[in-house]
């Protein structure tokens, strides 16, 4: 995984089989935390992170994304928003960011969590701090993840 990238967790195929998630429908977000996830994180929840602290641009529960569309062409499904994110440099914001999560805000029960970004300065240990930076998160252009 490269900084940056976007990472579906392994168990996402199951949950989203299994009906826990509309990405039509559904609310989603992107939250801030301060632990870096793997792909193979089991039954992976939004509890099972610690979200990082409200202050300066960050609010808790992240960033509601707008503009969600679950579209399919040639039998590859599309999942994207047209909301890229943006946190201001502030005083008194998060200074341990590790990772942003996104997560399913109407899936009620577990696995909510559908997947992470790296966030940190070096792809993985040293947390960014919102004091002296900014935060921005552009989804790619195909989409922000593919089923197949």
């Given at each position: 995984?490269?900084?940056?990238d976007?990472?579906?967790?392994e168990?996402?195929s199951?949950?989203l089989g299994?009906g826990d998630?509309d990405?039509?429908?559904?609310?989603?977000?992107l939250i801030?935390?301060?632990t870096l996830?793997?792909a193979a994180?089991?039954?992976?929840?939004?509890?099972?992170?610690?979200?990082?602290?409200?202050?300066g641009s960050?609010?808790?529960?992240g960033i509601v994304?707008?503009?969600?569309?679950y579209?399919e062409?040639?039998g590859?499904s599309?999942?994207d928003?047209t909301?890229?994110?943006a946190w201001a440099?502030?005083?008194s914001?998060?200074?341990?960011?590790?990772?942003?999560?996104?997560v399913?805000?109407?899936?009620a029960?577990?696995n909510?969590?559908?997947g992470?970004?790296?966030?940190?300065?070096d792809?993985?240990s040293?947390?960014?701090?919102?004091?002296d930076?900014?935060?921005?998160?552009?989804?790619?252009?195909?989409?922000?993840l593919?089923?197949?």
């Amino acid at each position: 995984m490269a900084r940056g990238d976007f990472v579906k967790f392994e168990e996402f195929s199951k949950s989203l089989g299994d009906g826990d998630h509309d990405l039509g429908s559904d609310t989603f977000a992107l939250i801030l935390i301060t632990t870096l996830p793997t792909a193979a994180d089991a039954t992976p929840d939004r509890a099972d992170y610690t979200e990082c602290s409200a202050g300066g641009s960050y609010s808790t529960g992240g960033i509601v994304l707008t503009g969600v569309t679950y579209t399919e062409a040639g039998g590859v499904s599309t999942f994207d928003s047209t909301l890229d994110l943006a946190w201001a440099q502030a005083a008194s914001s998060p200074t341990n960011i590790v990772a942003g999560l996104l997560v399913n805000n109407t899936h009620a029960g577990s696995n909510d969590a559908i997947g992470f970004i790296d966030i940190t300065v070096d792809g993985g240990s040293t947390p960014v701090s919102m004091v002296d930076n900014p935060i921005n998160v552009t989804w790619n252009a195909s989409g922000i993840l593919t089923v197949t």
